[in-house]
Structures are given as C-alpha cells and as structure tokens.
C-alpha cells in the first residue's frame, strides 16, 4: 500500500488519423522526464496515448505509477500535483468506492466517479490531471484555482494534445514551430505571455481555476470557469486583534497541509519577512528540526546573509548557506536560459537555488511566493490606493498626451494619470516594462491584457481589488510559471503556502482600513510579531538580486548581442527599434528589463530551432 503520488508531467494525445502514438508520447515524456526522473509509464491505443514521468516524494511502490486505473478499467487517471484534503474526501465518499491503495490519486479518480465535475468544489490542492471515460469517449482536464501546476494544450480538427510542458508539445512533431504575436506581445511587455496564449501559436495554457470537457467522437472541447473567490465582504465591526489572530490560524494551517511527505522537506530562507515567517510556522507546528537554504551572494550589495543567519539561529534550523562567486553566478544563468520550458525575464535564482538544493538531497521546499500579492507587499499598492482616493482632484490638465516620454517612471506616471485609469490598467501600466518602446519594437503589436472582469469584484476594497489583478496577472503568468519551471528543471517540488484559496478569500473580504498601506504586510506581520526578531521586519525588502541589467553591458555583453541579432534576424522585430533600444540600454541603462527580455527569447528561439 502507498498513500501519495505528487509532483510530475502529464501528457496526452487524441488522433483521428493513424499515427504511430508510441513513438509520439515517448517523446512528448522523455522531452521532460526531468519533471519525474524516477519512473516513466505509458497507455497506448490505436487513437489516443497518455504518458506520465512521476518523481516520487511518498511511498515508492511501483503500484503508484501512473497511469492509474480504477478497478472496472473503465476510468484512467494521469494526476501532476497533490490533493492537501484528501482524506477528508475520502472518508466523503466512505463505501461508494472500494479502494485499493491510500494514494490521492485514486481519491481523485474515486470522487470524480462518484460526483462528476464537481469534484473540482471539494478539491484543496496544485493540481492539473486528466481523467478518461473510455465508456463515454469523454476526456475531463482540470488546473488549480491559482495556477499553481501547469497545462498546456493544443486541438484542430485532427489532434487533441495535452501536457504539463510546452516544449513537450513541440516535441511531438505534430505542432508547427510558429511564434504567437499575442503571446510575443505580452512577453515584451509583461515578460511572459499571459494564459490562455503562450509563445508558440496554437498551443494555449488552461487558465487557472479552469476546466476543460472533450468528446472523442465529436471531437469537440468545451472550457468551463469552475473558481471565483467566495469573498463575504466584512464592512465594519471588525476587531482587528480577532482579524490577526484569524490569519495566524489560516497560515499555520496552510503551512501544515503542505508538510506531508516521506522526503525531507526543506524552505527557501531569504531571511525577509515572507520566509521567516514559513520557517516561524514550520517551528511551531514541527519538533523536528528545520531544513532551511539561502543563497549568498559573493558581491556585497546583493548579500542578504546576514539575516538569513539571523532567523536560522533564531529558529535554531539545520541551515545549508549555498555560496555562490559571481563567474558561478553568470555560468548557472546561461545554464537556467538552456533549461527553461518557455522564455521568461525573471526566474534566474529560482533556479540556482532549486538547482543546488537537489545536490543535497532535497525534494520539496516550502517558498514564501504569494505573500506580497496577499498581504500587499508591493509599493504599488500603496500608488493605487492613493491615486484611487484622489484622482478625482488631481490635475490632469498638467499632462501631455502626446509627449514621448523615454523615461519609463514619467511615462507610466503619465498614462496612468492622464486616462484616469481603473485599477486594472493601473497594473498594466505599472506592470509594463516596454514603455515607450511597447507598441514600436513589434512588427505586429497586440493589445491584449491581462484584465480581470471588474464586476466579479465590485464590492471589494480597493486594495483587495488589486491583490485579485496581481494574482490573476503577474502571479500566475511570471510568478507561479517560473516557479514551476525553474524548480521542475531540477526536479524540485516548490510549495506556496501563501497561496491558499480559504486564506485568500479571507483576505479578500477585509476593508482596506485593516491593511494599512502605509506599513506593507503589517497584518501579516502582526500575526507572527512575537516570534520574528524585530531586524527582519523592520528592514527594507530586497530579495536574491541577479544583476542582468549591470552584466548585459560587461560580462554577459557577448551572449547579449548574439541573441539580440537572432532577435533582430527572426522578422518579428522592427529591427531599427531594437538597434535604437540597445544603444538607448547601453548609454542610460533604460530599460534593461526589456533589453533582458529580448535577450532571453532570443537564445530561447535559437535553441528551440524556431524560425
């Protein structure tokens, strides 16, 4: 018996015409087999394939391997990610179902016997899997409600392909290597493209909360939304000591389901507010003592060390100081551009740390990811919740619409004041790293966003009104994606305790009042003062820095200009824009997200072989 199958790739094809499926979902798992190194399984019929590369965290017997099979062989299961409730569900679904093993996958494939869809209601978990109905030729795919667990797929009239990789979907040899000008659009600006686009045309990545019905026969699919957050606005009355004390509960708790596993589990200790705060409630909720791991960084400027020692002595953990020189650090950022599934601006020391980590042994890590989103850590928040309460007597006379501003603060200061803009085009624009170049640098611009509906949170306050965009947007397409990318590369399991959807729709429902704008976190902060050495926080935020913007014009210079040839080579830029962008980098050191950006799609293009 076992009880667990966490953490590993999924793929899946559908074919009208005969095609040798062996040979095309081999490749599509192999193509990441780094995702689950430690066993491989296939299903294969005349007229569809499912594949699976599993890394094993709890109970390593064979009988865990996937696919999955119900006892009657009429239902199959591939499952990436873990179910933090499923015991509960399981005792839910009590003698409807025999089962035979005590894993989350046959809870998975148990409760969607026996409630359908609707499993996705009950379900607390990362997760994206696929069930197949051989009885009804009905194919069901499900992604978590934020995202966290990735799933891309592709149809036409022929093929249904599915998989938890793009580059898995590129390896099948049935898509055409065609760059998609939305998704492109969007890696320019937001330096990702944002779901359901991905750079590659034809291929879509399933939203988050989001599930997907096809039918064999017809060869038809249909999406459906199945999350909005159930948020219970709380208006007045509160007792902010009761709210505090209520969020102390909920992240505890979030941090205690992610804790099951037969490996070590270890957290990501920057020595910031976010992770000492997980190792503060690994510490209350675990005797046993803590693997934690930084980064230290040689160059002084960029060294957080010195608190990361702190709260590891604070907390008295088993802490692994991961040194790094900088020729280290410029050799393991062109090895993390060979390894990422899809290009992105951000990510680096996610990788180097997953990276070093798994040299010690290490499966899964716990990661403060979400909680600046949550808790409204970034100084945007505050711009938006000021700008909100004042625009309408701000000035707007004072503002040019037409004067080009090369500067990218003054020009995202000008189009957010001058358009008086809602709070989702507040956070396109501060979330745009193109500026002036945005609508130039393309020969085919788009203007799609990532907007959420406004109506779906009219009632909320104006700061939970950000957090939603925030997680809907940059959380999800750059945050989560590269998270999974960078970390699964490695063979690392990252878990995001702040990302709890109960723990979310709370803080969702509080009056702006209670957040306090002024002191970012505070009432995160507030709920773990007593156990947080005071230095840790009261200092300033800064974060594992990868000075791209400073090595682009010194060491990295060469691979620069290389890829932004390819880039300049590749008929989708307007090449005298790019030119004029990189000598306006080198001069001012404007833009060197941007100029990254290119950079990094650029080797991504040339190693994918795309035209």
Same mark, same amino acid.
């Given at each position: 018996?076992?009880?667990?199958?966490?953490?590993?790739?999924?793929?899946?094809?559908?074919?009208?015409?005969?095609?040798?499926?062996?040979?095309?979902?081999?490749?599509?798992?192999?193509?990441?087999?780094?995702?689950?190194?430690?066993?491989?399984?296939?299903?294969?019929?005349?007229?569809?394939?499912?594949?699976?590369?599993?890394?094993?965290?709890?109970?390593?017997?064979?009988?865990?391997?996937?696919?999955?099979?119900?006892?009657?062989?009429?239902?199959?299961?591939?499952?990436?990610?873990?179910?933090?409730?499923?015991?509960?569900?399981?005792?839910?679904?009590?003698?409807?179902?025999?089962?035979?093993?005590?894993?989350?996958?046959?809870?998975?494939?148990?409760?969607?016997?026996?409630?359908?869809?609707?499993?996705?209601?009950?379900?607390?978990?990362?997760?994206?899997?696929?069930?197949?109905?051989?009885?009804?030729?009905?194919?069901?795919?499900?992604?978590?409600?934020?995202?966290?667990?990735?799933?891309?797929?592709?149809?036409?009239?022929?093929?249904?392909?599915?998989?938890?990789?793009?580059?898995?979907?590129?390896?099948?040899?049935?898509?055409?290597?065609?760059?998609?000008?939305?998704?492109?659009?969007?890696?320019?600006?937001?330096?990702?493209?944002?779901?359901?686009?991905?750079?590659?045309?034809?291929?879509?990545?399933?939203?988050?909360?989001?599930?997907?019905?096809?039918?064999?026969?017809?060869?038809?699919?249909?999406?459906?939304?199945?999350?909005?957050?159930?948020?219970?606005?709380?208006?007045?009355?509160?007792?902010?000591?009761?709210?505090?004390?209520?969020?102390?509960?909920?992240?505890?708790?979030?941090?205690?389901?992610?804790?099951?596993?037969?490996?070590?589990?270890?957290?990501?200790?920057?020595?910031?507010?976010?992770?000492?705060?997980?190792?503060?409630?690994?510490?209350?909720?675990?005797?046993?003592?803590?693997?934690?791991?930084? $980064?230290?960084?040689?160059? @002084?400027?960029?060294?957080?060390? #010195?608190? *990361?020692? +702190? !709260? &590891? =002595?604070?907390?008295?953990?088993?802490?692994?100081?991961?040194?790094?020189?900088?020729?280290?650090?410029?050799?393991?950022?062109?090895?993390? $551009?060979?390894?990422?599934? @899809?290009?992105?601006?951000?990510? #680096?020391? *996610?990788? +180097? !740390? &997953? =990276?070093?980590?798994?040299?010690?042994?290490?499966?899964?890590?716990?990661?403060?990811?979400?909680?600046?989103?949550?808790?409204?850590?970034?100084?945007?928040?505050?711009?938006?919740?000021?700008?909100?309460?004042?625009? *309408?007597?701000?000035?707007?006379?004072?503002?040019?619409?037409?004067?080009?501003?090369?500067?990218?603060?003054?020009?995202?200061?000008?189009?957010?004041?001058?358009?008086?803009?809602?709070?989702?085009?507040?956070?396109?624009?501060?979330?745009?790293? *193109?500026?002036?170049?945005?609508?130039?640098?393309?020969?085919?611009?788009?203007?799609?966003?990532?907007?959420?509906?406004?109506?779906?949170?009219?009632?909320?306050?104006?700061?939970?009104?950000?957090?939603?965009?925030?997680?809907?947007?940059?959380?999800?397409?750059?945050?989560?994606?590269?998270?999974?990318?960078?970390?699964?590369?490695?063979?690392?399991?990252?878990?995001?305790?702040?990302?709890?959807?109960?723990?979310?729709?709370?803080?969702?429902?509080?009056?702006?009042?209670?957040?306090?704008?002024?002191?970012?976190?505070?009432?995160?902060?507030?709920?773990?003062?007593?156990?947080?050495?005071?230095?840790?926080?009261?200092?300033?935020?800064?974060?594992?820095?990868?000075?791209?913007?400073?090595?682009?014009?010194?060491?990295?210079?060469?691979?620069?200009?290389?890829?932004?040839?390819?880039?300049?080579?590749?008929?989708?830029?307007?090449?005298?824009?790019?030119?004029?962008?990189?000598?306006?980098?080198?001069?001012?050191?404007?833009?060197?997200?941007?100029?990254?950006?290119?950079?990094?799609?650029?080797?991504?293009?040339?190693?994918?072989?795309?035209?």
């Amino acid at each position: 018996y076992y009880k667990y199958l966490i953490m590993c790739g999924i793929a899946g094809i559908f074919s009208k015409e005969q095609l040798n499926l062996n040979t095309t979902i081999e490749n599509m798992v192999k193509g990441m087999s780094h995702r689950g190194p430690d066993a491989i399984g296939y299903h294969v019929e005349s007229d569809y394939a499912f594949g699976h590369a599993r890394l094993s965290i709890i109970d390593l017997n064979k009988r865990s391997n996937q696919p999955f099979y119900d006892q009657s062989g009429r239902y199959i299961i591939i499952f990436n990610g873990e179910i933090y409730n499923f015991m509960e569900i399981k005792s839910r679904i009590g003698d409807n179902y025999k089962f035979l093993t005590t894993s989350d996958t046959e809870v998975i494939l148990a409760a969607y016997i026996t409630y359908g869809e609707a499993i996705l209601d009950i379900l607390n978990g990362c997760f994206s899997f696929a069930i197949y109905d051989t009885k009804k030729d009905k194919l069901f795919l499900a992604r978590d409600r934020f995202g966290i667990k990735p799933l891309y797929y592709s149809i036409t009239d022929k093929y249904l392909i599915f998989s938890s990789e793009l580059r898995s979907l590129m390896l099948s040899g049935i898509i055409k290597k065609d760059i998609d000008s939305d998704g492109l659009s969007q890696l320019v600006k937001y330096q990702s493209s944002i779901a359901p686009n991905t750079i590659i045309k034809n291929i879509k990545m399933l939203k988050p909360g989001t599930s997907v019905v096809f039918y064999k026969k017809i060869f038809q699919l249909k999406t459906n939304k199945y999350w909005a957050p159930n948020i219970k606005t709380i208006t007045r009355n509160y007792d902010y000591n009761q709210i505090v004390k209520e969020v102390r509960t909920q992240i505890l708790q979030s941090v205690e389901r992610r804790m099951v596993a037969d490996v070590d589990i270890a957290a990501f200790l920057s020595g910031g507010i976010d992770s000492s705060i997980i190792v503060a409630s690994l510490r209350q909720i675990s005797s046993k003592k803590i693997n934690t791991f930084s $980064l230290v960084h040689e160059e @002084s400027d960029y060294d957080e060390s #010195i608190y *990361s020692d +702190l !709260v &590891s =002595k604070h907390f008295n953990t088993n802490h692994y100081k991961i040194k790094i020189s900088k020729d280290e650090l410029i050799a393991e950022v062109l090895d993390a $551009l060979n390894n990422f599934d @899809s290009p992105s601006a951000d990510g #680096i020391n *996610s990788y +180097l !740390v &997953s =990276k070093r980590i798994k040299k010690v042994g290490i499966k899964v890590a716990l990661s403060g990811l979400g909680a600046d989103e949550i808790f409204a850590g970034y100084p945007q928040f505050k711009y938006w919740y000021y700008f909100n309460k004042y625009k *309408s007597i701000i000035p707007f006379s004072i503002f040019f619409n037409n004067f080009n501003f090369k500067n990218n603060y003054a020009y995202k200061i000008n189009e957010i004041i001058k358009y008086k803009v809602d709070c989702n085009r507040f956070n396109e624009i501060f979330r745009n790293v *193109s500026g002036y170049y945005g609508s130039r640098i393309l020969k085919q611009d788009s203007s799609l966003d990532f907007s959420v509906n406004n109506k779906s949170f009219k009632d909320l306050g104006s700061i939970s009104q950000y957090t939603r965009i925030e997680i809907n947007g940059y959380t999800s397409n750059v945050l989560l994606k590269d998270a999974d990318q960078t970390s699964m590369a490695n063979s690392i399991e990252v878990r995001v305790p702040f990302l709890d959807h109960k723990l979310f729709e709370f803080i969702l429902s509080l009056p702006d009042d209670v957040k306090n704008t002024r002191i970012k976190k505070k009432l995160m902060i507030d709920a773990f003062k007593k156990e947080i050495p005071k230095d840790i926080y009261q200092r300033k935020k800064q974060g594992f820095i990868v000075p791209t913007n400073i090595w682009m014009r010194n060491e990295l210079k060469e691979l620069s200009i290389r890829n932004i040839k390819v880039v300049c080579d590749s008929d989708l830029f307007n090449k005298d824009i790019v030119i004029n962008l990189w000598n306006d980098y080198l001069e001012s050191g404007r833009f060197g997200t941007l100029v990254w950006s290119l950079v990094v799609f650029g080797g991504w293009i040339k190693k994918n072989n795309i035209a």
